[in-house]
């Protein structure tokens, strides 16, 4: 496999008022190789999201260097930092991040509005999603309507609709019961078997020793402990 995503030397501090600082991260170093699935685990705080964060270009490295397919994409310009997340990653957010009075159709085509394509081809790629993740019988109710085990899949369809190549998912699991966390391992899975690089940040122990997870990677006060 060729790696895929690399963290060299990342250290992450937010600056909180005029004289807090909070270090995230301090100088974490991290390989993954295509396809992979990774669990990173540890308490909240533990710099988890964070990293999922800089792989996304949703945020900036204080230090050190993020290279997506050798490409150098901590210091982009948002523009481009934005391109770069349409081209090549699907997030999937705790809270969902849905517009809860858009309809389900209505919230997966969002990613697809700056590709400027056809409706034909818009629809087609809308249905298809929205086949695979089982919410189709859903497509015209308004997502506030929906459960919280539909809005999950709402967003991963919204995810997936790009054929991203990363998908990162941030403590996905936290608003559901066991029941449709196992659901949501299942649909994981399935895209593991598609060759998705995904990466997910957890304390949830029903990730953890599952037969398709390539490495769990353990964070305790914004290091890499194991």
Known sequence: MSKIIELKEITKIYEVGKHERIQALENVNLKIDEGEVIILKGVSGSGKSTILSLIAALSKPTSGEVLVEEKKISKLPDNFASIYRRDNIGFIFQKYNLIPNLSVKEN?????????????????????????????????????????????????????????????????????????????????????????????????PLFFGLDFVSREIEIHNGKIVS
């Open 108 to 204: 997966i085509l969002l990613p697809l509005i700056p590709l400027n394509l056809n409706g034909s081809k818009v629809d087609e790629k809308i249905q298809s999603v929205m086949k695979r993740f089982h919410i189709a019988h859903k497509q015209n109710t308004i997502v506030r309507n929906l459960s919280g085990g539909e809005q999950q899949r709402v967003a991963i369809a919204r995810a997936n609709v790009n054929n991203p190549k990363i998908i990162l998912a941030d403590e996905p699991t936290a608003n559901l019961d066991e029941k449709l966390s196992l659901h949501f391992i299942d649909m994981m899975h399935e895209l593991h078997s598609q060759k998705k690089t995904i990466i997910i940040a957890t304390h949830d």
